[in-house]
């Protein structure tokens, strides 16, 4: 049975504050956006983030969508585009091709079919996407948190995190067997303090430490340090608002010199069994930097999905 889906996208001002959405029901749907985007970019970023989110699940899609831009170009332009070097007819550059890459990507060896439905009148599920792309960018106009939704969850990934946390945590202890009283210059060994400190990172602590690693020169330097470090459909927005791809930015980062920056974690959260959302602050020559971090744990690895930096005012 193919899974029945609406992706919709909102952008305030087009451009502006920007959200996207997918949404199958109350229990799945999920969204998210930029502080300045447009409504194509929130179309497109729906429908990739409905085929990742349900990439373990080998169902068959059935997308309902108001873009006739996002259907016309998997259905049309992609193949032309991809011939042509992501160029259109004209010579020109299509837009939003790093958003297009990863759309072509997604849709690789997938059964899907996208049916136009007219937005704003009364479909349901489109109406509960766009109820939910609308709240992200109304979100990000007025700074409140940013309703991401429950996405589709993967129950052999939150199995596979169970098992590690009981195989991570301590046997219980043997009971104890009366002895004579130690002597008194053991019983200082015996209460060492340092005994009961942990051997081992947290989580938390290793997505701090890799954080703290992006913003030293000489792994920004490092091509190949930087693709272990980021998830291959990494995407960042920039304190410019500008959208960047893991291989663009790589590329950039190669380019950069000798980059200097102070980082304050200010928390991390598990937003998922194998997700942690970092916040923190960046002090360099251009002011403060407000950071948020989505870090992934990918074959074992934690690598950084997403990134947003927004100065601070």
């Not at 997308?63 to 259907?71: E, G, R």
């Not at 069994?273 to 403060?288: C, H, I, M, N, S």
Request: with cysteine.
């Amino acid at each position: 049975m193919a899974i029945v889906a609406a992706a919709d996208g909102s952008a305030l001002g087009n451009p502006g504050p920007a959200g996207w959405a997918w949404y199958v029901d109350d229990a799945h749907w999920s969204a998210g956006g930029w502080p300045h985007g447009t409504n194509n970019q929130g179309e497109l970023m729906a429908v990739i983030d409905l085929l990742e989110s349900t990439a373990h699940l080998g169902e068959d899609l059935h997308i309902f969508c108001d873009s006739q831009y996002v259907i016309n170009a998997v259905t049309k332009w992609m193949p032309g585009w991809k011939r042509k070097g992501w160029r259109k007819a004209d010579g020109s550059p299509v837009l939003n091709r790093e958003l297009l890459e990863r759309l072509d990507r997604g849709l690789a060896g997938r059964t899907y079919r996208f049916e136009w439905v007219k937005g704003h009148a009364g479909h349901e599920l489109n109406e509960a996407a766009d109820e939910r792309a609308r709240a992200v960018a109304l979100a990000y106009q007025k700074g409140d948190p940013i309703p991401i939704g429950p996405g589709w969850p993967d129950p052999a990934a939150a199995a596979r995190a169970e098992t590690v946390e009981a195989a991570a945590a301590p046997a219980p202890a043997e009971p104890a067997t009366p002895a004579e009283p130690p002597a008194e210059q053991d019983t200082a060994v015996a209460f060492d303090l340092f005994d009961a400190l942990p051997t081992e990172e947290s989580d938390e602590e290793v997505v701090a430490r890799l954080e703290r690693e992006l913003l030293e020169p000489a792994v920004r330097s490092d091509a190949s340090r930087l693709a272990e470090l980021l998830h291959p459909s990494f995407e960042e927005i920039g304190r410019s608002g500008r959208l960047w791809g893991r291989d663009a930015l790589v590329s950039e980062l190669a380019d950069e010199g000798t980059f200097t920056a102070g980082l304050e974690v200010l928390g991390v959260d598990r937003v998922a069994p194998e997700a942690l959302l970092l916040t923190a602050r960046t002090t360099d020559d251009r002011g403060a930097t407000l950071r948020s971090s989505l870090w992934v744990r990918s074959s074992g690895r934690w690598r950084l999905r997403f990134h947003q930096g927004t100065p601070e005012a």
